[in-house]
């Protein structure tokens, strides 16, 4: 089992910046990929950011150049830097975790942006 908290959503305006973290614990070796996905009202789940070893890391094209994730693989953690923050960024933003059967999700954090 993995477990995954993230932490430092929060109410921003619009153009300012927020930093995302997800502490993953439990048998993390098993995992060879994550994720950031996020979830607006009334919406379906989209993917925002994918890292893996192989095919190193993709962003949604809402988000390319303005969303920056990264691993820390000593603290096994993963940050999602988002910058310039539209209204259409607020979501529950969640951090998901991929191993050879399934994936693990977080509990996720709330970001909301005013306009």
């Known amino acids: 089992q993995v477990q995954l908290v993230e932490s430092g959503g929060g109410l921003v305006q619009a153009g300012e910046s927020l930093k995302l973290s997800c502490s993953a614990s439990?048998?993390?070796?098993?995992?060879?990929?994550m994720g950031w996905y996020r979830q607006a009202p009334g919406k379906q789940r989209e993917l925002v950011a994918a890292?893996?070893?192989?095919?190193?890391?993709n962003y949604a094209p809402s988000v390319e150049g303005r969303f920056t994730a990264s691993i820390d693989n000593a603290k096994n953690t993963v940050y999602l830097q988002m910058n310039s923050l539209k209204p259409e960024d607020m979501a529950v933003y969640y951090c998901?975790?991929?191993?050879?059967?399934?994936?693990?999700w977080g509990q996720g954090t709330q970001v909301t942006v005013s306009s």
């Open positions: 439990g048998s993390i070796v098993s995992i060879y990929a």
């Open positions: 890292i893996s070893g192989s095919a190193g890391t």
């Open positions: 998901s975790a991929v191993y050879l059967g399934g994936r693990y």
